[in-house]
């Protein structure tokens, strides 16, 4: 299939970007790395009237750490990130998972927060996002806001981003002194969609788990105490928590029993990974 016409602009500011969708407002969308909207274009699952192409705005290819996060910039590329030399100490949790993400082929061109604001709840990046307790920094000519992960995604391929809005920016809080990470998933081959992922952060106080796949986002609990010591019934509870649904790829009641296994396993790996 082919997509409906379209305006395309190649925007130098993030200023022009957000003029343009206060003009245009829903039909229009930014235009990044393209690898969910322009194959969603092609189905015509989407119909914007006009694309927004950021990749020329120099301010947001940057990856910066201050303040106690990494800010990801909304050029960045998931490859990028990847190469980055500071990741694997300064974000464990996403160095672990970024292997996970399609392939290198779609990695070169994807963006990291391109997958955020697409928010597909099986997705790897909005789970690290949300498991760390991430944030997404959005802008309007009202002004900019900056949005918890979980205030961020509202359900599969839905956010609360408003129509004249953009995301210029994720922000992964650094890692924590003392904290262990660890992540995995279930696919039906390497790169596809996760049937099932799961991502913890372990601290000497608690477990912090998220999963995906699972439910229409990424989901997150924490675990402490009795919940602790007694893991399988604390994941038990969780993965009936979750729902899930049946689909071509799993059950829910398979996903269920994921969540239970897989939970069990990555909360012992970040709980032995601890320094």
């Known amino acids: 299939m082919k997509p409906s ?9 993030v200023e022009e970007a957000i003029d343009l969708l206060a003009r245009h407002g829903e039909d229009a969308k930014i235009l990044a790395g393209g690898q969910s909207l322009v194959a969603m274009m092609n189905y015509r699952l989407v119909e914007p009237k006009l694309l927004i192409d950021i990749t020329g705005i120099e301010g947001l290819a940057s990856i910066e750490e201050k303040g106690g996060f990494v800010d990801v910039g909304a050029a960045v590329t998931q490859a990028r990130l990847m190469a980055w030399p500071a990741l694997a100490e300064r974000l464990p949790l996403l160095a672990k998972a970024m292997p996970h993400i399609g392939h290198f082929q779609t990695r070169s061109r994807g963006t990291v927060c391109g997958s955020i604001a697409h928010s597909d709840p099986s997705s790897e990046l909005p789970l690290v996002l949300a498991t760390l307790g991430g944030q997404v920094v959005l802008r309007s000519k009202r002004g900019s806001r900056t949005l ?3 205030d961020f995604q509202t359900g599969p ?4 981003r ?3 809005e953009m995301v210029v920016a994720v922000r992964f809080p650094v890692r924590q002194a003392g904290a262990g990470y660890a992540f995995d998933e279930v696919t039906q081959r390497q790169g596809d969609f996760a049937i099932c992922s799961v991502a913890a952060v372990a601290t000497a106080q608690e477990v912090r788990l998220g999963v995906g796949g699972v439910a229409g986002r990424p989901t ?5 105490g009795a919940a602790l010591a007694n893991p399988d019934g604390a994941l038990n509870a969780f993965a009936w928590e979750l729902g899930g649904s049946d689909d071509i790829h799993a059950t829910a009641q398979y996903r269920r029993q994921l ?6 396993r990555i909360i012992e790996e970040a709980q032995s990974c601890r320094s």
């Open 220 to 224: 997150v609990t924490r675990l402490s």
């Open 162 to 164: 408003e129509p004249d």
């Open 157 to 160: 391929l839905s956010t609360a």
């Open 5 to 13: 016409a379209f305006d395309y602009q190649r925007v130098a500011r």
């Open 259 to 264: 969540v239970r296994r897989i939970g069990r």
């Open 148 to 150: 918890a992960a979980d």
